[in-house]
C-alpha cells in the first residue's frame, strides 16, 4: 500500500505541473519523448487497476492458472499462487512507485535521467524474493 500511495504522489502535486514537460520514454535512461501531465493519471490507473487485479488473484488464488506439478496438492498450489500473487503486488508497485517519483522528479527539474542504480537494486530485491519464495519456502 505504501507503494501504491507512493506513485500517487505526482498526482496530489497535479496542480503545480501545469505546462510542464514531463517524460513519457526513456532511452539509456534520459528522457528522449516528452508528453504533458496527463501520463501521471495514466501511470496512477494502470497501477490501481493492477494492484487490484493482483489483490482479487492473491484472495482467490485457485483462478491463478499457473502450471503446476500434478504431484503437488491443492493446499500446496493455493498458498504458492497466493505467494506469488503477493510477491507480484509488492514489486510490480514498487516499481510503479519508482517511475512515478523519477517521472515526477525528472518533470520538476530535479534530475535528467532515471536512476539506474534504484532500478538495478528494485530488480536485484525482486530476484532475491522470488528466489527465496519458490526454492526456500519448504526449509
Known sequence: VIFLLLSLYPIM???TLAGVQVPQHFSK???DIWTTRVIFIYIALIGIVI???LSF???HPNMINIPFDS???VQDKALMATSL???LKLWCMA????LSISFYRIAIGKEQCLNNFI???ILLSAIIHLFLILFLRDR
Request: net charge positive; glycine share 8%.
Open 71 to 73: 504431484k503437488i496438492s
Open 119 to 121: 532500478l538495478y537494486i
Open 95 to 98: 516499481m510503479f512507485a519508482f
Open 29 to 31: 535512461g534520459c528522457v
Open 57 to 59: 488473484c492473491q484472495v
Open 51 to 53: 494492484y487490484a487485479l
Open 85 to 87: 500473487a503477493r510477491f
Open 13 to 15: 502535486r497535479y496542480g
